[in-house]
């Protein structure tokens, strides 16, 4: 019998804290065989003693390291018999600051990490995706990816192309019976979040502060649903659409409220 003893399983990256931390224990609690992945060797140890070691395989993992990457998803393969009923592409890390004095360093530290990574551990999953009935591809864009956000260029420009990607997925998936989705997070309580921005969030509105468990029920609420983008709060689709529908507005709006006129 595999590890996962016939339980429906979902494989996390960035699984150590945050988003993905809540998304592993919801998903555990309703009865799921749960793979974490993260650089955090400290933090997989924790929610391993937490889970249980027979409700989970932990996995230390740089994401940019494909050759880790795809060990690491073999391995997965072998503990649940060569399914994986939900893949969540949630490492992520945010480097802020105006485009232009960014070190090129950081520049490609966000992409490798937030588009590349992504790009290569749904190729990496497909086969366990496909071999398994209603299963779900799902990834972790923002709300950076409704408008770019000046300050975070960089990161806005890779959860743009995340948005894009699921969207396309979603279309050429569809043929091997494998579906596509993705979060856009506002302002969500986790260590990725700089402290200056949770002290000042507004009580109310798209803006707020919303805790990470909110993220993990759009994961689970996802699931058991054929809808493509989950927005967390959900006003943020009113803004999605605004955003598209006078862009030049908004532009006019962030700068002001941002500070990046002169």
């Not at 391995?75 to 649940?80: C, E």
């Not at 707020?208 to 649903?225: G, H, Q």
């Amino acid at each position: 019998m595999t590890k996962s003893a016939g339980r429906k399983s979902i494989f996390i990256t960035g699984a150590a804290s945050g988003m993905g931390l809540e998304t592993a224990r919801l998903f555990a609690a309703k009865g799921w065989f749960i793979g974490a992945c993260d650089v955090n060797a400290g933090g997989l140890a924790a929610l391993e003693q937490e889970l249980g070691s027979a409700n989970c395989l932990v996995q230390t993992l740089d994401v940019t390291d494909r050759a880790a990457y795809a060990a690491a998803m073999a391995a997965f393969g072998v503990a649940t018999g060569g399914t994986m009923d939900l893949l969540f592409n949630n490492a992520g890390i945010g480097r802020g600051g105006a485009f232009i004095d960014q070190p090129w360093e950081d520049v490609m530290a966000v992409v490798n990490v937030n588009l590349i990574a992504v790009l290569s551990g749904i190729q990496l999953a497909f086969p366990l995706l496909k071999a398994t009935p209603n299963a779900l591809c799902f990834t972790t864009s923002s709300s950076s990816a409704t408008f770019g956000m000046g300050g975070i260029a960089v990161y806005s420009a890779t959860k743009h192309a995340v948005k894009g990607l699921t969207e396309a997925l979603s279309v050429e998936f569809k043929r091997h019976g494998v579906r596509a989705a993705d979060t856009l997070p506002g302002a969500i309580d986790t260590p990725l979040l700089p402290d200056h921005i949770k002290q000042n969030s507004p009580t109310e509105g798209m803006w707020r502060l919303i805790p990470a468990t909110v993220v993990a029920e759009a994961v689970w609420s996802a699931y058991n649903s054929d809808k493509i983008h989950w927005y967390v709060p959900a006003e943020l689709a009113e803004f999605d659409q605004m955003a598209t529908a006078n862009p030049e507005a908004v532009r006019d709006q962030m700068a002001t409220t941002l500070n990046f006129l002169d």
